[in-house]
């Protein structure tokens, strides 16, 4: 079956320090993955995306950065943190016609 | 570009109460449309889609008609349930464009007993 998982699913980290967070897609190939941002109070922000190995977009400049290693890899990192880097980040891949499965997310604060 | 656009939350409700979310979007080609539900706690959940125009979405007793005319996906729901409280998002997507979710900013639901 196919499956996205994410983690970890709640994160508090301090100002200036480093950040990773992954993803990883089970039984497809070669998916589109995407990294989205919910800030509070706020909607969803599309941050980056990879149609493939090695392949990033990004949507809006920013203190984040994206990388996919592997085909079902996608990863998401900061060398130093912000205050306005807390949110809830979302990973998504698409199923072709059945549309965008996310995962579970991770709630990062910022402190 | 792309944009989707919902009416202001937070939306309160009595059970059994009639619901419409606006939704309007602004796009260059024939986006697909979508709504996603976000219960507390929890991450994005699809709730109904339509990927032409005049298409109807539905799912647990939520509609929402794809309206080119009007550029509009607005969800509505005759009788909603406590259970039905949460955060719901309008969406579009190009898959011409990589395949990206345009978001509205969200509408919070809350329907009281």
């Known amino acids: 079956s196919q499956t996205i998982h994410q983690w970890p699913a709640t994160l508090v980290q301090p100002v200036g320090s480093p950040l990773s967070l992954e993803c990883t897609v089970e039984g497809t190939s070669n998916p589109n993955l995407y990294w989205y941002r919910q800030a509070a109070g706020r909607g969803l922000q599309l941050l980056f995306y990879s149609v493939g190995i090695g392949q990033i977009s990004s949507e809006v400049p920013q203190n984040l950065s994206a990388s996919r290693p592997q085909d079902r890899q996608f990863i998401l990192s900061s060398k130093k943190l912000l205050l306005s880097d807390s949110g809830f980040y979302l990973c998504a891949w698409v199923q072709g016609a059945r549309g965008y499965t996310f995962g579970s997310g991770t709630r990062l604060t910022v402190v | 570009g792309n944009s989707v656009t919902q009416m202001e939350g937070p939306v309160t409700l009595s059970e059994e109460a009639f619901l419409t979310i606006n939704c309007t979007y602004t796009?260059?080609?024939?986006?697909?449309l979508f709504w996603y539900v976000q219960y507390p706690g929890e991450g994005l959940q699809l709730l109904l889609k339509?990927?032409?125009?005049?298409d109807k979405g539905s799912n647990k007793g939520f509609e929402a008609t794809y309206r080119k005319e009007t550029t509009s996906f607005h969800l509505e729901k005759g009788s909603v349930q406590v259970s039905d409280s949460a955060v719901y998002f309008c969406a579009l997507s190009e898959f011409n464009q990589g395949g990206k979710l345009i978001f509205g900013q969200g509408t919070e639901l809350s329907v009281k007993p």
């Open positions: 796009a260059t080609g024939y986006p697909s």
């Open positions: 339509a990927t032409k125009a005049d």
